[in-house]
Structure formats: structure tokens, C-alpha cells
């Protein structure tokens, strides 16, 4: 296995490309704090992609689920990106979450699930109050799936409740926000090595 490690980013805008997305902006900065401290990483719009509602790996009929999951395994990080919409992730998000949670059901040979050792982080946009509320339930969902969620794991932007200013719009990236980014960057990346070098015990 190779010593280097890599992120994927699931940007869960509710636009497909090639819109302009103040949530897949804020994942691109996360991705470019995890190669300041030497890991690679990609991004996937899930909005892009025909994925299906259903809770099974493949929900056939062309679900595209299944590609996106290969590259979630294949990564030590995931982050996930999500607007907020009436207080809540977005739909995206949410069938996000309810897709990864076939991987409760898929196990290695000591028994452990699929995700488990993976680190998760999350980024939140939104003019609209609810940052905090969100990144809890995506953490939660993460950690029931297996991930393992590093201390201070998040970043947010939250503009003026009901304006119409986006992330994406300021002139520069607010210094708290670049702070925070960084933070969630540093200690996931620190995390995700110990995991590469002392995996959690095995289920049986």
C-alpha cells in the first residue's frame, strides 16, 4: 500500500455544472489545504450524476452511485460539501448519506465495515442560519456509517439571513473561515495517517 494518502470531495450543490457553486468553492479550499500538508484529492458534483434514491450499493437501471462509491473507497478523506436549505443539508446531502449507509453491511475479513478508518470532514455554505445544525447530522450519519470524524473537522460560511450574498461572491476568503478550513485540513490529514499506520481493531 502506498504511503501517500488522498481526499475525494462530494460537492452536494443542488446545480449541476458548469454553475457556479459556493459549495463546491469552499471544497475546492478544503482539497487545496490537504495538498499543503501532501495529499491529493479530487472532486465530484454529485449533481452531475444520476445517482438513485435507495439505500443498496446499486439501485441498477443506470445508477451512477456505484462509480462515485469506488472513488470513496479508494480515499483515505472524504468531504462532504452541502448547501443549506431550509435549515437542512441538501436533498443531495441527504441521499448522500442514505447511499453510503449500504456500507454498514459491507465488511472486510475482521469483520469491520467498509468506511471504517476512513476520515470524514464537512463544509457548509449558506446565507441562512443552520451551519451548525448541519454539519452535526452529516457528522452523525458519517459516524454511524464508520467514518471517524477529526477534532475541529469542519468549516462553515454563513452570510446575512435572507440577503442574497453568496460564498462565492466576497472579494476574499474571511480570515476566520481561511483559519478554519485550514484547521479541519491539518487535523484530518493527521488523523487519516495514525489510521494508515493502526487500523481499528477487527469485529471478530
Not at 462532504?80 to 454498514?104: F, K, N
Not at 476566520?176 to 499506520?197: D, M, Y
Request: net charge negative.
Amino acid at each position: 500500500m502506498s504511503d501517500s494518502l488522498t481526499a475525494v470531495a462530494l460537492v452536494c450543490t443542488l446545480k449541476s455544472s458548469p454553475a457556479r457553486s459556493s459549495s463546491e468553492l469552499i471544497a475546492r479550499q478544503l482539497l487545496n489545504g490537504f495538498a499543503g500538508h501532501g495529499v491529493d484529492g479530487d472532486l465530484i458534483r454529485v449533481a452531475d450524476h444520476d445517482v438513485r434514491p435507495g439505500v443498496r450499493i446499486d439501485e441498477g437501471d443506470g445508477d451512477q452511485w456505484p462509480g462515485i462509491r469506488e472513488r470513496v473507497r479508494a480515499a483515505d478523506i472524504l468531504v462532504l460539501s452541502t448547501p443549506v436549505w431550509l435549515g437542512h443539508m441538501s436533498s443531495v446531502a441527504q441521499r448522500v448519506l442514505e447511499r453510503l449507509d449500504a456500507e454498514l453491511s459491507e465488511t472486510d475479513d475482521e469483520g469491520r465495515p467498509s468506511m471504517l478508518g476512513k476520515v470524514a470532514t464537512v463544509a457548509v455554505v449558506g446565507n441562512e442560519d443552520g451551519a451548525h445544525k448541519v454539519i452535526a447530522d452529516v457528522f452523525q450519519g458519517l459516524d454511524d456509517i464508520g467514518f471517524t470524524i477529526p477534532a475541529q473537522g469542519s468549516t462553515y460560511w454563513n452570510g446575512e439571513a435572507m440577503q442574497a450574498v453568496d460564498y462565492q461572491d466576497l472579494d476574499a476568503t474571511p480570515e476566520a473561515i481561511a483559519s478554519a478550513t485550514e484547521a479541519a485540513a491539518r487535523n484530518a490529514v493527521h488523523l487519516a495517517r495514525l489510521l494508515r499506520g493502526a487500523q481499528y481493531p477487527g469485529y471478530s
